[in-house]
């Protein structure tokens, strides 16, 4: 009936128009018979590969190895395992070979930065030792359990906050500044590092854990971003290295926390990227004309 009306030489043609208020003799929510002819379905929808999904989680496997290498010396040092002495080796043999893959990935532009990270450092180290004796004793009313409980939940945070598709600080060419969720991710790792290393019997000690862990937090996700962005084929086979080493490691530590990463690692790497295929069968989208409309410009320009 509707259509009869509408090509009727005595009645207008309704007009699909976005603005210019009602049309005589028709409903304001009035449609005719080819508002459906638009409609488009999983236009957007990306077809992923298994492959391509499974090489994109091997950052976030790469990064729990880092956390839990972290968490290895923690417990070593926690149990005098590891003396001052040997962390502030490790310290040294960290930041060397962090500045060395930044020289080799190309990611030292000038002298001029290079001094700029160098002094930067300096600063933050200083800084560092002299608020050592301050963490110290910062936790010396909190009983052992509590810190240890709300150490494991500020790690949990920090892995789930975290942005493991970019770098935790700036990195020189970068267009934009790290969000919010990385930020708050990077304070909990630094409030953790604070509660483990003040539970340690000497102020050298908190000092060498505190440097090797805001290095780790701060510096690794930098270095691996310039290795992953330097070759691809370069950061599989050091993810696949460290993962490997960390692995032994645990394994020498415990038994049942081995298997306990070994199996997360095959979750994040094998279970999930099949899972995410799957689904996608499932997913199912409609667009039309009845969508928003997008801007093609940037509004800023």
């Known amino acids: 009936m509707d259509s009869i009306v509408s090509e009727s030489p005595l ?3 309704w007009r699909k128009v976005a603005y210019g208020g009602m049309q005589p003799e028709f409903e304001d929510n ?3 018979e080819s508002f459906l002819e638009d409609m488009v379905m999983n236009a957007n929808v990306v077809k992923r590969d298994m492959l391509k999904v499974m090489q994109d989680s091997v950052s ?3 990064y729990l190895c880092i956390v839990a290498l972290v968490g290895l010396v923690w417990a070593r040092t926690l149990q005098s395992t590891l003396d001052e002495n040997s962390l502030l080796l490790l310290d040294a043999s960290l930041f060397g070979s962090g500045f060395l893959v930044l020289l080799l990935t190309k990611e030292m532009r000038s002298l001029n930065l290079l001094f700029h990270y160098i002094l930067n450092i300096s600063f933050f180290t200083t800084g560092l030792y002299m608020l050592a004796p301050i963490y110290h004793t910062l936790t010396r009313s909190i009983s052992s359990d509590s810190i240890w409980a709300v150490t494991v939940s500020l790690v949990v ?4 906050l975290h942005d493991y ?3 935790t600080i700036k990195a020189p060419v970068a267009l934009k500044n790290p969000s919010l969720t990385s930020c708050v991710s990077l304070n909990a790792s630094v409030v953790a590092s604070v509660f483990i290393a003040s539970r340690l019997p000497s102020r050298l000690h908190v000092f060498a ?5 805001l290095q780790v937090f701060l510096f690794a996700p930098f270095v691996t971003y310039c290795i992953k962005k330097f070759s691809f084929h370069l950061h599989l086979l050091f993810s696949f290295g460290l993962m490997v080493v960390t692995l032994a490691l645990v394994y020498t530590l415990h038994h049942l926390l081995f298997m306990l990463l070994f199996g997360l690692l095959l979750f994040i790497s094998i279970i999930c990227p099949y899972w995410l295929i799957r689904i996608q069968e499932y997913k199912f989208e409609i667009n039309g004309p009845w969508d928003e409309a997008k801007l093609c410009f940037n509004v800023t320009d």
């Open 30 to 32: 009035h449609t005719d």
């Open 60 to 62: 976030i496997s790469q």
């Open 165 to 167: 598709s970019g770098s």
């Open 157 to 160: 945070l920090h892995l789930f």
């Open 209 to 213: 854990i505190l440097l090797f862990s």
């Open 11 to 13: 009645h207008p043609k």
